[in-house]
């Protein structure tokens, strides 16, 4: 079994910073592509920041210059550095990761998400 589990969410005020974390716990051989999305109320999820396996980021054009991935290929961990928190940034954040098993099958994960609430 594979999961993955964010932590860092919450409320803060605008202009405000938070960093949130996704741990992948399991029975994992290889991590590929480790990314974060994020769905807000009414809206559809959609990517806010990917970091490949290599370590080349893409951001969403909304958080360039604002938002921060990175990842701990020891801890199997992906962050995320969020700054200058924006209403608009309210939603609630999901990690996702391409992961081997070491039963060899390739799988697409997602965590159970965490709010981020930024007020004004």
């Known amino acids: 079994q594979v999961q993955l589990v964010e932590s860092g969410g919450g409320l803060v005020q605008a202009g405000g910073s938070l960093r949130l974390s996704c741990a992948a716990s399991?029975?994992?051989?290889?991590?590929?592509?480790m990314g974060w999305y994020r769905q807000a109320p009414g809206k559809q999820r959609e990517l806010v920041a990917v970091?490949?396996?290599?370590?080349?980021?893409n951001y969403a054009d909304s958080v360039k210059g604002r938002f921060t991935i990175s990842r701990d290929n020891a801890k199997n961990t992906v962050y995320l550095q969020i700054n200058s928190l924006k209403p608009e940034d309210t939603a609630v954040y999901y990690c996702n990761a391409g992961i081997t098993a070491t039963s060899g099958y390739w799988s697409d994960y997602w965590g159970r998400g965490t709010q981020v609430t930024v007020s004004s």
């Open positions: 399991g029975s994992i051989f290889s991590i590929g592509n």
């Open positions: 970091i490949l396996s290599g370590g080349t980021t």
